[in-house]
């Protein structure tokens, strides 16, 4: 257990309105992502970040931005909701095993946010 | 880049009979590779790992992973499958070798009929 909690679990939103997720963990983990999981999709990177105050688009990034002002908090904000931001929402960490001379990370995951968009 | 192919989308087998799921990866290096499994609303956890030591992978619940250079290959097998591996399962690579960002497969729904 790599100690990440998601908030809220569930939400229902309108069209149109802001909506904040969060991500929390309590071990100090430098690399946090934002995914999306949705059916045929399988899971898609919306934004990572690499410390605080650091982060980068992933491949589906357009209508949310993220913000990380503290370590052990992710947050990612869909501006304006829309329909199709409807899915399932994973935030992750990432654990470097050192190996050799490189490196590999295997991630944690949240329990996810289901959101729906209306 | 490194990709990684799961060749089924759904695997269906009946409980205490052998379990395989299929993946294939492309890399120009000898990478790490991961799977993971889902259970019904949870989320993703790592079922085993291999990074470069032995080629025969084993993980939790009775899961391992024989990595295939010559196939490029990394197949998922368990000997006998429980009502409980009902679950997606998720093959995963690194996108640049050593890097941080990962880049999972599409997903084996795996059913297990009693």
């Known amino acids: 257990d790599a100690g990440i909690t998601q908030s809220p679990r569930h939400k229902v939103t309108e069209t149109g309105t802001p909506v904040t997720l969060r991500c929390h963990q309590t071990e100090n983990h430098r690399y946090m992502y934002w995914y999306r999981q949705d059916p045929g999709h399988g899971l898609r990177l919306i934004h990572y970040?690499?410390?605080?105050?650091?982060?980068d688009k992933g491949e589906v990034s357009d209508g949310y931005s993220v913000s990380r002002s503290k370590t052990e908090d992710f947050l990612l904000t869909l501006e304006s909701a829309t329909s199709s931001q409807t899915s399932v929402y994973f935030c992750?960490?990432?654990?470097?095993?050192?190996?050799?001379?490189?490196?590999?990370?295997?991630?944690?995951f949240g329990p996810g946010t289901r959101l729906t968009v209306t | 880049a490194q990709s990684v192919t799961q060749l089924d989308s759904h695997v269906s087998v009946s409980e205490g009979t052998p379990v395989l799921l299929r993946c294939n990866y492309s890399?120009?290096?000898?990478?790490?590779l991961f799977w993971y499994v889902q259970h019904p609303n949870k989320g993703l956890q790592l079922l085993l790992k291999y990074t470069s030591a032995a080629t025969l992978v084993k993980g939790i619940n009775g899961f391992e992973a024989e990595f295939k250079k010559s196939e490029t290959s990394f197949h998922l097998t368990k000997p006998s499958a429980h009502m409980s591996d009902a679950a997606e399962y998720f093959c995963?690579?690194?996108?640049?070798?050593?890097?941080?960002?990962?880049?999972f497969g599409a997903g084996t729904r795996l059913f297990v009929k009693a």
């Open positions: 970040s690499y410390g605080v105050k650091d982060t």
């Open positions: 995963a690579i690194p996108a640049v070798p050593g890097g941080f960002k990962t880049i």
């Open positions: 890399s120009s290096y000898s990478p790490s």
């Open positions: 992750a960490i990432s654990e470097l095993l050192t190996l050799g001379t490189s490196g590999a990370y295997e991630q944690y």
